[in-house]
């Protein structure tokens, strides 16, 4: 119960998509915010999007505006992370988080175990 399990990472070439998902469990955590942060070598972890319960509300870091998209299937219980255009600089584990609500600067209490991805030059 009350769990957040992210799936979807690999490697792939500058330029390149991957789709990230993130299942949820645990009655409580479906009607939660949902967030993605990412976290780089040698780097602290940064928020990269968010999505309100309803999926009305949508925030997104400025390094990934306009190439990443957030959505979220209720039925499904699973928030998705659609990224184009990577760079090798989106490198790194990405992170799900819930919490009460979503942006780049609310609390998020907890976390899935990430997925790694990797974007060669």
């Known amino acids: 119960q009350d769990q957040l399990v992210e799936s979807g990472g690999g490697l792939v070439q500058a330029g390149g998509s991957l789709r990230l998902s993130c299942a949820t469990s645990?009655?409580?955590?479906?009607?939660?915010?949902k967030g993605w942060f990412r976290q780089a070598p040698g780097k602290e972890r940064e928020f990269v999007a968010a999505?309100?319960?309803?999926?009305?509300?949508?925030y997104y870091a400025d390094s990934v505006k306009g190439r990443f998209t957030i959505s979220k299937d209720n039925a499904k219980d699973t928030v998705y992370l659609q990224m184009n255009s990577l760079k090798p600089e989106d490198t790194a584990v990405y992170y799900c988080?819930?919490?009460?609500?979503?942006?780049?600067?609310?609390?998020?209490?907890?976390w899935g175990q990430g997925t790694q991805v990797t974007v060669s030059s």
């Open positions: 988080a819930a919490g009460l609500r979503a942006g780049p600067t609310a609390e998020y209490a907890y």
């Open positions: 999505i309100s319960w309803t999926g009305s509300s949508k």
């Open positions: 645990g009655r409580t955590l479906r009607s939660y915010a």
